[in-house]
């Protein structure tokens, strides 16, 4: 075995684990414990909601999710996958989900992440907002917050800002 026969195995071997756990974990497990969970609890009246017998099925749909897989080759897996969502043939969810995240919950992350870099006034080099891949500053859109420091020292720093306010 070589490395190159590597990522062969281990494709082979997630699809394999992922169909088992979509049938097998999921679907016969899962679903039918999920359904009698919240069935049972709408008739006890622990769960109110509104309208369960007409739409019933709307109440019991349910997305599983597994926990990711890590990467065999992080650098290059995560360019292919940036590469697809950048082209349109993915989505960002879908990226997400295959980690075994939830989409709401990394977004919630990151504006806190943004937020609190903000609030401090920190340009991070991996924030695409402010920093091209090559390292470079962006250049900021009308109306959009320069840190104070950037906008006493811009001229000396040779950054130029986009915005009429200052």
């Not at 749909?61 to 043939?89: C, H, I, L, T, Y």
């Not at 924030?127 to 959009?144: F, I, K, M, N």
């Amino acid at each position: 075995m070589n490395y190159s026969s590597t990522p062969t195995g281990t494709l082979k071997l997630r699809r394999r684990m992922r169909m088992d756990q979509q049938q097998m974990i999921a679907h016969q497990l899962c679903r039918p414990v999920w359904r009698d969970v919240v069935e049972t609890g709408v008739m006890s009246g622990e769960l109110r909601v509104r309208d369960f017998i007409g739409n019933r099925r709307c109440h019991l749909r349910v997305q599983w999710m597994a926990e990711g897989w890590e990467w065999v080759d992080p650098q290059k897996e995560q360019a292919a996958e940036q590469s697809a969502v950048r082209n349109g043939f993915t989505s960002r969810q879908s990226v997400v989900a295959k980690l075994g995240r939830d989409i709401d919950h990394v977004d919630a992350e990151i504006a806190a992440d943004n937020a609190r870099a903000d609030s401090l006034g920190l340009v991070l080099d991996t924030d695409p907002r402010r920093v091209s891949r090559a390292g470079l500053t962006q250049a900021r859109s009308e109306g959009s917050e320069v840190p104070r420091d950037e906008r006493q020292n811009g001229a000396k720093n040779g950054w130029q800002a986009v915005s009429k306010d200052y």
